[in-house]
């Protein structure tokens, strides 16, 4: 449901955006047919822009499973003046934050080569101050709430960390954050197990925070485990705690195929800590508390078109299959520079957008973006024009 303020809010951006939504006193629109019912969007979509969302960055997947669950990260990187770091809260003290929200699915990266960089929803890849592909010398802080899924045993629980580079896992106590994983430092991929015996029940909300940094190019690897101990037993007792490769657990050679070390690691009561027992770290504003990247139905953009062109505003308009919000993402051809139009959070299947601050005499690229009722995303193929 959507709280009373953010309503009021939302009152408040119609007022101020670039979008209308005419309707003549007798309940139909200019075009003589029948007004579309306004209904406002349960999320507030203008809290993670498309054009800065990262959707799974490191595995390649959708970056969530339902609006509630999955990993929220921040990005952090290091300008070229600055010497590197060896800890990975270090690159989230003292380098740069990017500004785009990174949602994972959960957290399984076999090692492999990480060369393809961050891309956007709408498919930008993000850079660093220089203008560099961000390949190395990044930090991701990670927060989100582990619980157990239904066929999860209720027990005492150890966490342990592959990675390469440095990654530590944190969880929150009484309001405080408690390190129980430490794997830090640069190293090829290397299994951190920790000291702590965890308690799991079906109340169990684990707030965790992984804190991770990329050296040197070129391997990467971040897999969270999990495994359930015997009553006695203590943490971190694991043969293979403290050992690394770069081909000990996987081949990243071979499309990331585990060896048997990592096979190993299942019948010793090991498992990945798996997609159904991440959940969205609460937030204060329940508008924003969604990931953005979890799967729905996508609208169908059809008709996108520009209506009227002047040297400083271009009016575009579409229709949409489904009731959806109404963006336009904005690109100038010459600098590549982009923006997004802020949405006012309504659905509705005929969209129009004054898209104001162009500058005359410059090249445009210009897509419609739309967001259904179930975060299903839509893109239209560009239209590039030049303003007089």
Known sequence: MRTTSSRKNTVAILSVLTMWYVVGCDGRNGSGTPAEEVNFHTYDINAYPMDKVVCDPTGGGSGGTSPQQGIKGQLFYKSSDQLRYYKAED?????????????????????????????????????????????????????????????????????????????????????????????????????????????????????????????????????????????????????????????????????????VEFSNLFNRGWNVVSQGNFYLPREADESTQYNPCSPGTNPTITNF????????????????????????????????????????????TNHSIQISGLVSQTSYSIQGVAVSEDLGRAISAPIELTTP
């Not at 229709?319 to 109404?326: E, G, Q, Y």
């Open 305 to 348: 078109r520009v209506t009227e062109v002047t040297a400083n505003e271009v009016f575009v308009a579409w229709t949409t299959d489904i009731p959806s919000t109404s963006q336009a993402l904005v690109v100038n051809i010459a600098t590549g520079d982009s923006r997004l139009t802020a949405t006012d959070n309504i659905l509705r």
């Open 91 to 259: 690159y989230i003290k003292h380098t740069t934050q990017s500004p785009v929200d990174l949602f994972f699915s959960e957290m399984f990266v076999p090692t492999r080569m990480f060369t393809a960089g961050f891309s956007t929803q709408t498919s930008g890849v993000l850079k660093d101050d220089q203008g560099q592909q961000l390949i190395e010398f990044f930090g991701l802080k990670m927060n989100t709430t582990i619980r157990l899924a239904p066929n999860d045993a209720e027990g005492v629980y150890e966490f342990a960390l592959l990675s390469d580079d440095g990654a530590v896992m944190k969880i929150k106590e009484n309001g405080a954050w408690r390190e129980i994983v430490a794997n830090d430092g640069d190293h090829p991929t290397k299994l951190g197990c920790s000291s702590s015996r965890i308690t799991m029940t079906r109340d169990t909300a684990l707030e965790a925070e992984v804190l991770y940094y990329q050296g040197p190019r070129f391997h990467i690897s971040n897999v969270l485990l999990w495994r359930k101990l015997a009553d006695g037993v203590n943490a971190g007792q694991d043969l293979r705690c403290g050992v690394s490769g770069n081909e000990y657990w996987f081949n990243p050679n071979n499309n990331s195929r585990p060896t």
